[in-house]
């Protein structure tokens, strides 16, 4: 038995089966590459689902974690440490928000948690049944029970069903439909500017200005969940930053801290103030060391300027999928944003060119059954680029 197979036995016996059969082990990880217990070289284009997006044990990340580490850990949220306020502060300049206030929490669900609580404080503020959510179909926003509940895929609530009830879910490409379910009732509409789990999917400036339109007539906020879109993943530091739309409070986890555990909601204006002391709270939020990555992360994508190199990575990228669109009947088009991008195919055959991608050590995703999904880190460089297509095309040719 290798290493990596006795690894996979040992996860088999004693963690919970929640996440299906794992596809491999890996040891250690150095920029784009991950590494097996054989020594074996893989090419992440995946970045651990949109979250290593400056490359596996990037040094800065590093050296600010083990500073950190070795300074101070943990106080609580009883007391204040700086890598938090610079962390807000950061986020505050990067929105733009100068009134901006940031909640810390651990992940993209608990950012989304928070988000909803505030929509709904925000809400009964105004009246006490002013509480339900509008989100659209096809979402993804977490699997805690409220963001499960908010998560437009109906085939991830039944098996916990009755949910709460408090969700309004349209369809994500009808601004009328967004419109008309927004109502006095309404606290808050959630959305992703790119749908990530949903397939990589883009919504229509129209969606995006109905959400916000409808959002001010009726005194409800408007969340943009950047979780997987934040960070320069898109383009931009957050994708609503491309849009004609502001939110009024944006949700990020993922890529903020390169895959130490996360999240944040930012919230502007009377949003900003609508949670109050004892409103909500969490034991590890604001933590310095996972702090203190994350505005390494923002400095490093500052100094060496990623967001334009990324720009740059994700049209050669472009090209060369197009290119396979061009030259295999498999592929068909080419969607997303930056570099979250999905290759659209000819049927569900797309779990099948995952696995021919996976037998030749490069990591993709099929995030829909016609869906290949590729995130790869900002600061890809082009042979890497060129390698993975090469791959991506060679299984495209033996699929066909
Ligand atoms: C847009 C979006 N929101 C929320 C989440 C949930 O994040 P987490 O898995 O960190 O709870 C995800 C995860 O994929 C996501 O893509």
Redesign the pocket.
């Known amino acids: 038995m290798t290493g990596s197979e006795a690894l996979l036995r040992r996860h088999d016996t004693h963690v919970m089966r929640t996440y299906g059969p794992p596809k491999a082990a890996f040891v250690r990880g150095q920029g784009t590459r991950l590494f097996d217990a054989e020594g074996g070289s893989w090419l992440d284009f995946l970045c651990g ?2 979250v290593t997006s400056l490359g596996h044990a990037h040094p800065s990340v590093t050296e600010a974690v083990a500073q950190q580490a070795a300074t101070l850990v943990h106080t609580s949220n009883l007391y204040v440490t700086e890598p938090a306020v610079i962390l807000a502060e950061h986020l505050a300049r990067l929105t733009g928000w100068s009134d901006a206030r940031t909640f810390f929490a ?7 948690e928070a988000a909803i609580k505030l929509a709904r404080r925000h809400g009964k503020a105004q009246h006490p049944d002013k509480t339900r959510l509008v989100t659209l179909d096809g ?6 029970l409220a ?1 499960l509940e908010a ?1 437009g895929q109906p085939a991830k609530h039944d098996a916990f069903a009755p949910l709460a009830g408090f969700v309004d879910t349209v369809a994500h490409d009808d601004a009328e439909a967004v419109r008309d379910a927004v109502g006095p009732a309404t606290c808050g509409v959630l959305l ?1 500017v790119v ?3 949903g397939g990589v999917r883009p919504l229509s400036p129209e969606v995006l200005q109905a959400a916000r339109e409808a959002c001010d007539e009726h005194g409800a906020v408007l969340i943009i ?5 934040g960070v320069g993943r898109t383009g931009p530091w957050f994708a609503y930053q491309d849009t004609d739309v502001t939110p009024d409070v944006v ?1 990020l ?2 890529a903020l801290a390169n895959g130490l ?1 996360i ?1 944040a909601c930012v919230a502007r204006g009377p949003a900003a103030e609508a949670l109050g002391p004892g409103d909500h709270a969490t034991t590890f939020g604001g933590n310095p060391v996972t702090c203190a990555a994350a505005n390494a992360v923002i400095e490093v994508i500052e100094s060496d300027r990623l967001l334009t190199t990324a720009g740059a990575r994700s049209e050669r990228l472009v090209a060369g999928l197009n290119d396979l669109v061009a030259s295999s009947p498999l592929a068909t088009g080419v969607r997303g944003r930056g570099l979250l991008l999905g290759l659209e195919l000819a049927g569900d055959v797309a779990a099948e060119v995952e696995a021919g991608c996976r037998d030749r050590r490069l990591l993709v995703n099929a995030v829909a059954p016609d869906v290949l999904r590729l995130a790869p880190p900002l600061t890809v460089s082009r042979a890497e680029i060129d390698e993975a297509l090469a791959v991506v095309g060679e299984v495209l040719a033996d699929a066909a």
């Open positions: 689902l949109a651990q992940c993209g669900a608990t950012a989304n979402s993804f926003h977490g699997r805690t963001t998560t992703e749908q990530g789990e969940d950047e979780v997987q879109t949700t986890a993922k555990p999240g």
